[in-house]
């Protein structure tokens, strides 16, 4: 078997991600003291996005940071996954804080609470001025591509639509009174938090379950290997995941006897890292046809595959 690695360290900007930290744990104590005062549940659904975004934050960049640790003999791939765990756990965590805001804003329609509109404002603007700078941290440069900053990126923007909506809300009840606009416009903004956050609790739970890349098609790269390289019969027993942000790719190859076994070897590994952006593989070169189980396995799971082929004659780089 042949062996592509390419353990590069995890790249991730600490100081952004620790600027943004300390930007919205200090504004969320603002918010929460400025939500008790004036009886906002606005400001406080903000509040508690801010809580769980200094909980993200923090999260991910200790993640970044155990992420950068070498690989060992227990841990062959280092720490790449942490990344990927915390950003399940943020997930989750955004969730379950969306689903105390809906709560709580349901039973204050039942029970309305005076609410003073003009602090309400003015920790709504400061609050909006400081997630502005935290989304704008965590989307510089390529860190943005990360799974787990996204996260911690997602918490923020539910922040950001959260203060928005504490603005609008404040500017209502100045003009009008109207304190019910308060719950209403929580509401809002958790529903639209909760769409964003499920579909990084898919993407996450999917990676931890050793799904492959959704940009990757395994039935198509076995066509193509096939269609593309002329020495190339069959490609089969594929098994595709990934880890972190890097995708792994193990298969078997039936090949016509190479010339130069080296040669095709180097050009099956090109043609992964050109057209797939894979720079780990194994690849395993055969040259006879296979009638083992496992074989036969693989060829139902990957129906167009021709004839999955076996160990006889395999030969090992």
């Known amino acids: 078997m042949a062996h592509t690695h390419s353990h590069s360290e995890h790249s991730g900007n600490r100081t952004r991600l620790a600027a943004a930290f300390g930007v919205t744990a200090i504004f969320m104590v603002a918010e ?50 942490l990344t990927t765990l915390a950003a399940f756990v943020n997930a989750i965590a955004l969730l ?19 609410v003073q509109g003009s602090l309400m404002l003015g920790i709504a603007i400061a609050g909006l001025l400081a997630n ?73 739970l999917h990676e931890l379950l ?28 594929i098994h595709l995941w990934q880890v972190g942000e890097k995708p792994i790719l193990t298969l078997h190859v039936q090949v016509i006897p190479p010339y130069d076994h080296d040669a095709l070897l180097v050009q099956i590994h090109r043609y992964l890292h050109q057209h797939y952006h894979i720079s780990h593989a194994t690849v395993q070169m055969e040259y006879q046809p296979c009638t083992g189980h496992e074989c036969e396995l693989c060829a139902s799971s990957h129906p167009h595959a021709s004839h999955p082929v076996t160990l006889d004659g395999h030969a090992h780089h």
Not at 55 to 74: H, I, Y
Not at 160 to 171: C, H, Q, Y
Not at 218 to 234: F, G, M, S
């Open 32 to 81: 929460v003291v400025g939500g008790v005062l004036s009886g906002s549940l606005a400001l406080l659904a903000d509040a508690g996005h801010m809580l769980t975004d200094a909980a993200a934050l923090l999260m991910a960049l200790l993640a970044v940071q155990f992420a950068q640790r070498k690989p060992s003999g227990r841990h062959t791939f280092g720490l790449l996954r």
């Open 210 to 237: 050793e799904g492959a890349p959704g940009n990757i098609d395994t039935d198509k790269l076995a066509r193509a290997l096939t269609r593309d390289l002329p020495e190339v019969r069959n490609v089969h027993h």
């Open 132 to 204: 502005l700078l935290s989304f704008w941290l965590l989307h510089r440069g390529s860190e943005e591509k990360n799974l787990n900053v996204r996260a911690a990126a997602l918490h923020v923007l539910g922040d950001l639509l959260g203060s928005v909506g504490a603005i609008a809300a404040a500017v209502i009840i100045m003009l009008t009174g109207w304190t019910p606009i308060d719950p209403i416009l929580s509401l809002l903004v958790a529903l639209l938090v909760v769409r964003s956050a499920w579909a990084l609790l898919r993407e996450s």
């Open 96 to 114: 379950a804080i969306t689903g105390f805001i809906v709560w709580e804003a349901i039973r204050r329609f039942w029970q309305p609470q005076p």
